[in-house]
């Protein structure tokens, strides 16, 4: 298995999916949600107000995932996964997490994605520690039962880039 990190712009990586750290409505944010809307083109609003609520207003549930097409994204797909807000641990953060991931995962496979783009979810504005976060990630793409072939950790930043590279060890 082919897994690094990278740091830079996810929306411009040649892919076949890039995941989202997406909010539970779907319709765009900050941080990487945001980016990834504006670089992906209005069809990336569309199709996530296309895709039916589980409750009002929430149209992915913390800790599951939801998939979409690129449109004007180098990636074919986005999955869109909701990361926990962290508060401290002691509300099934972790666990939430591991969720993303493996969703986003089962999600790809269903899609035949041989390649995939994880931001950092969560350890931004959700405010997951950087270190525990990068280690679910890491764990959940090395036990995981299939994953794509080529897996790429995208960091924001030289401080998250050496987080996740510590990390993989």
Do not use: K
Request: aromatic letters at 8%.
């Amino acid at each position: 298995m082919n897994h690094h990190v990278f740091e830079g712009d996810i929306t411009t990586l040649p892919v076949d999916a890039i995941v989202n750290a997406a909010n539970e409505s779907l319709l765009g944010g900050g941080g990487v949600d945001g980016a990834i809307h504006r670089a992906a083109g209005p069809g990336l609003l569309a199709a996530c107000r296309a895709l039916p609520e589980a409750r009002p207003g929430v149209r992915c549930p913390t800790g599951e995932a939801r998939i979409t097409g690129g449109f004007a994204l180098p990636a074919r797909f986005v999955i869109h996964t909701v990361g926990p807000v962290w508060h401290g641990g002691q509300r099934g953060e972790p666990a939430l997490l591991e969720a993303c991931y493996r969703e986003s995962l089962r999600l790809a496979r269903e899609h035949g994605v041989a390649s995939i783009a994880f931001p950092a979810i969560s350890a931004g504005v959700y405010g997951y520690p950087a270190d525990a976060a990068a280690a679910i990630a890491v764990r959940m793409i090395r036990d995981a039962p299939w994953r794509p072939g080529n897996v790429v950790f995208c960091t924001f930043s030289a401080a998250m880039t050496r987080v996740y590279a510590s990390a993989l060890g």
